[in-house]
């Protein structure tokens, strides 16, 4: 069963190995909400790879914490520990099908 943990709008599912031909980022911000807070990392390292409407990216967390200012400021641990996570925008389902989550 794959496990993920939602942060926000996003979801972090861990996979086994990073795809191959991503560049690494040299943010630390994965992405700024509708309100104009930014969901970001301490540690670990980002690949933005927008496959489609839903995957905008990788990390691989290594001691790595997520932070928000309205729903982690002190930062909150990756669930399933150091790893290879895909990142998604969160979705959820209304009577006209899938939206996306807009934290």
Do not use: C, W
């Amino acid at each position: 069963m794959q496990k993920a943990q939602r942060h926000g709008e996003l979801a972090f599912n861990k996979i086994k190995e990073l795809p191959k031909d991503l560049i690494l980022s040299d943010t630390k911000v994965i992405a700024v909400g509708s309100g104009g807070n930014a969901h970001s990392i301490d540690n670990g390292q980002l690949y933005f790879k927008q496959i489609d409407e839903y995957v905008i990216g990788y990390l691989v967390a290594d001691n790595t914490k997520l932070f928000h200012n309205e729903h982690s400021p002190q930062g909150v641990a990756m669930s399933e520990g150091d790893g290879v996570y895909e990142i998604r925008k969160g979705v959820e389902m209304v009577a006209e099908g899938l939206k996306q989550i807009i934290d």
